[in-house]
Structure formats: structure tokens, C-alpha cells
């Protein structure tokens, strides 16, 4: 593995010890704010998931064949399954990954909604499109490609889910989903939600299997496309796989988001959008605000500005609605963590506020500010995948757009200014990110492409552009 890369995104990790005598692996649940196992799964051996695979693909031509006002109707019943088994997704994210209650209710909200706009839109999205030739009739059609395998992380165990399979399904693609390890219940419980919906049993299926057996999977003839949400490490090895067998792939591998803070602003305001930036999930987002390369002028003020706003993110019960912080994943991704602020410290960081492991058992860490952070330091180069912010002094608008450009991550960014031309202008043409927004902080939406660029990876989910990745886009011409 790439040592550059934070494991604890990396899909190779996980609670997946190799069965005895070649047999069933077990997947085990532990929780993270007491560092308790939870519940245990038997999952499937490399033969059952090629199987899988095979049995998907058996059932695509029919769903292939699904006219798009039942496929619509199937997709809004999963949206109704969503909301009405909300309290329990939301209990189960909890349990898995630590996610915070409010947090997980919103993301199967979130989920609800892809489903319904996808419903409404995919029709439309692929429909038809005239081409004038000058004679002969002449369009391009949109035909579902196959099966695409999903290889999902564990930062948001529903919505990197249905952010793939709503456009996907739509699209008269069938699918099989490799969720990350560490939430086997989660991946159990998407394919649930799918079947109780009503959709055919086997367009989508949940295979619970280590990653040791994601390559066999790729480079069988059942599956026609991958897509892989993680860490650069598991991106080369799926791409590579994927490219050895002629497979398209669409990668998402996680940010250093820049946000550029510049001279003119209500400091008070950006120092609130950039802690929201950095905190959404505990800041364990690939899109969260990372980097915050601020004016020189302004920066002592917003290190104070921003420090008071971190503050406010007090660890707590995950399950306590009113808690803004619960723990991280996993202990080890704690540590991880934590040796990225000690190294950045040693390197010459100064800590602001944060910076200290609890003395009690779970994969606590607190929010934390680091500035005087520069080139060679963890918090400057690398993906800081917890509640940590980095502050970088620029001395102008061109010292901060040359700093945000020299990562070699390029998924979100943002600018803060009251010159809404000037912050257009910037975002629009000169940061070097999939995403770039104005006075707010990066968020993934339906109704807009999402992905990357640079070693952030290729392709994009959501929206128009995304429904169109994993479809054979086919010109054709009918000659009298």
C-alpha cells in the first residue's frame, strides 16, 4: 500500500481475517465509541460471489427491458422503504461507523431523495437525441452497459450506496455491491431495502467478501463496469484491474479540499463555513474543507475565529441528538490521525486548539486547529481524514489559488470573498477541483456532477453527466 495514502480509507482494510482452511470469512461490527464487537456476519466465499455475479447478470436483460415508468415506480417505493425504516438505518450507521444520530438521519433523507429525482429525471436523461446529418435520420440512444460492480467505503454507508445505484438502476443497469468491510450490516441492509421495495431479486445483490476477492470479480465476464469510492491505493488496483480486462471504471479517491479565505470577507461567517466544511461526519468526508489557506492580513482573526467555531463541536453520544461530534471509524483511523497532528507539530505547526487523545476507551478525537502549516508537514500534503483543519497563510490572490492548486488531490474547493465576480471567476476558471463553490461549503447533490480530478480520480456520479457513465452511448443512422 501506498504509505502516503491514509489506510483507514482503504478498502483492504477491514474485519476480515482469511477463513480457516479457505472456508466462509466472518465480517464483526465493532463500535466505535466504546471499541465494543458488535454483530457478526457470516460472508460469502469467492465462489458464492462469483455466483452472485453470474446470477445478477442472468437477470439483467430483464430488467434492461423494464419500461422506465416501472422501474420509476420501483425506485420511489425505495424511497418510502428509506423513510420509513429511517430510525433503524440511522441506529445501524451509529453502531457501525460512529456516525452521529442528526448525521444519520439526514443521509438517508438524502438517499430518499436521489431516489425520487432519479425517478423523475432518468427518462429524460436518456431519451433520445436528434442528430442533424442532412439527410438521413440520425440520433444518439443511451443503452445500459450491464452489470456494474460498486466497490463502496464506509465513511457514508447509504449514500455512497444509492449515489451509484439510484442514476445506475435507472439506467437499466443491474448491480452488485462490495461494501467496505467494517459495515456488513449496512451492505445487508441496502439489498433489503431494494427487495422490499419490489425490485427483482437478483438486479441487486450485496456480496460480503474481503477485497482479496474484488479482482476476481472484476475480471469476470458477468460484470461490465466497476466503480470505486476510496483511497488512491485502491483506485490503482482497481483501475488496474478494470483497464487489464477492458472495463470501464469511475473512481472517486478522496480530497485535500482547499478553501481559499480572502481579504474582503465577514470573517466571522467564513470562519462558521469553514468549520461546517471541515465537520461534516466527524470531517471523515472526502469531500470536507481541509485546507485553509487564508490572506495574510486576516489570518491571525480567523485563526481566532475559526478556532472558537471548532470548539463548538464537542465530543459526545453519538446517539444524543444533540451531539455535533462522535467518534471516529475505528481506533486505529484515530491513531492515524493523531500522528498526523504530532508530525505536523514537530515539523513546526503550532496547535491551536485539540491535538489530544481521550483517556477513555473508543476512537475518540477531538476538533482541532493547526496552523503555520506548511509544504513537508502531514497536514499540508497529505488527506487528514478526521476533525482537523489546516490553516496556510498566502500573501495574496495568486500565492493562495498557486497553493491550492499544488496538491495532488483535486475532488472539492471553495472560495470565501464579498465580490461574488471575483469568487465566480476564481472558482470558475482557476481551481483545479471536480467541485468548486462560492461562500459554502462542498456537498454532494443529485442535480450535480460529482468526482474529481488529478489523483482525486475520473468519471462522475450524479446528475445527467453521471447516469451517462455506465451506458453505451450509440450513434445511430437509418439511411433511406
Not at 420509476?72 to 420509513?84: D, E, G, N, P
Not at 483511523?333 to 513546526?348: E, F, L, M, P, T
Request: contains cysteine; aromatic residues 6%; glycine residues 10%.
Amino acid at each position: 500500500m501506498d504509505e502516503r495514502i491514509p489506510p483507514e480509507r482503504d478498502q483492504s482494510r477491514g474485519h476480515e481475517p482469511a477463513p480457516p482452511g479457505g472456508g466462509k470469512p466472518r465480517f464483526t461490527a465493532t463500535d466505535p465509541s466504546s471499541g465494543q464487537p458488535g454483530r457478526s456476519y457470516e460472508g460469502h466465499s469467492g465462489d458464492e460471489a462469483l455466483e452472485i455475479a453470474r446470477r445478477v447478470r442472468a437477470a439483467w436483460p430483464g430488467w434492461r427491458d423494464t419500461p422506465f415508468a416501472e422501474r420509476a415506480r420501483l425506485m420511489k417505493a425505495a424511497a418510502q422503504v428509506l423513510r420509513r425504516r429511517m430510525d433503524e438505518f440511522a441506529e445501524l450507521m451509529t453502531a457501525e461507523m460512529g456516525k452521529t444520530r442528526n448525521e444519520g438521519l439526514a443521509e438517508i433523507e438524502k438517499c430518499a431523495g436521489a431516489c425520487d429525482f432519479f425517478a423523475d429525471h432518468a427518462e429524460g436523461f436518456l431519451a433520445r437525441r436528434p442528430i442533424d446529418m442532412g439527410g438521413p435520420k440520425a440520433f444518439v440512444t443511451f443503452n445500459p452497459l450491464g452489470v456494474v460492480l460498486a466497490v463502496m467505503p464506509w465513511n457514508f454507508p447509504f449514500w455512497q450506496v444509492f449515489r451509484f445505484a439510484a442514476p445506475n438502476l435507472m439506467a437499466g443497469d443491474a448491480a452488485v455491491l462490495k461494501h467496505a468491510s467494517s459495515v456488513p450490516g449496512c451492505a445487508l441492509a441496502i439489498e433489503d431495502v431494494f427487495r422490499e421495495a419490489g425490485f427483482p431479486e437478483d438486479v441487486f445483490r450485496t456480496a460480503l467478501i474481503p477485497s482479496r476477492d474484488v479482482r476476481a470479480l472484476i475480471e469476470d465476464p458477468s460484470i461490465a463496469a466497476v466503480t470505486l469510492t476510496g483511497s488512491v491505493a485502491a483506485g490503482r488496483e482497481v483501475a488496474g484491474a478494470a483497464g487489464g480486462v477492458l472495463k470501464k471504471s469511475v473512481l472517486e479517491l478522496g480530497g485535500s479540499d482547499a478553501y481559499l479565505v480572502l481579504e474582503d470577507v465577514d470573517i466571522d461567517k467564513a470562519a462558521g463555513i469553514c468549520a461546517t466544511a471541515r465537520m461534516v461526519n466527524g470531517g471523515q468526508s472526502c469531500i470536507a474543507g481541509k485546507r485553509f489557506i487564508v490572506a495574510a492580513e486576516i489570518r491571525e482573526a480567523f485563526e481566532r475565529a475559526l478556532t472558537e467555531k471548532m470548539r463548538a463541536y464537542q465530543m459526545g453520544d453519538p446517539r444524543d441528538a444533540a451531539t455535533k461530534l462522535g467518534p471516529m471509524q475505528s481506533v486505529h483511523a484515530r491513531d492515524d490521525i493523531h500522528a498526523q497532528v504530532q508530525k505536523s507539530i514537530a515539523a513546526g505547526a503550532r496547535l491551536l486548539t485539540g491535538g489530544e487523545v481521550p483517556d477513555k476507551p473508543g476512537a475518540w478525537y477531538p476538533a482541532t486547529v493547526l496552523t503555520d502549516v506548511r509544504p513537508g508537514m502531514p497536514a499540508y500534503d497529505e488527506e487528514v481524514f478526521g476533525p482537523v483543519a489546516a490553516v496556510i497563510e498566502a500573501r495574496d490572490e495568486a500565492d493562495a489559488i498557486r497553493i491550492a492548486n499544488s496538491s495532488r488531490f483535486g475532488l472539492g474547493s471553495g472560495v470565501l470573498t464579498r465580490d461574488l465576480a471575483r469568487g465566480e471567476r476564481i472558482a470558475a476558471e482557476q481551481l483545479e477541483a471536480g467541485m468548486s463553490f462560492v461562500n459554502a461549503n462542498v456537498r454532494s447533490d443529485p442535480r450535480m456532477p460529482f468526482g474529481g480530478v488529478k489523483e482525486s480520480g475520473h468519471g462522475r456520479e450524479c446528475s445527467e453527466f453521471g447516469i451517462h457513465e455506465f451506458v453505451n452511448i450509440k450513434s445511430v443512422l437509418v439511411q433511406e
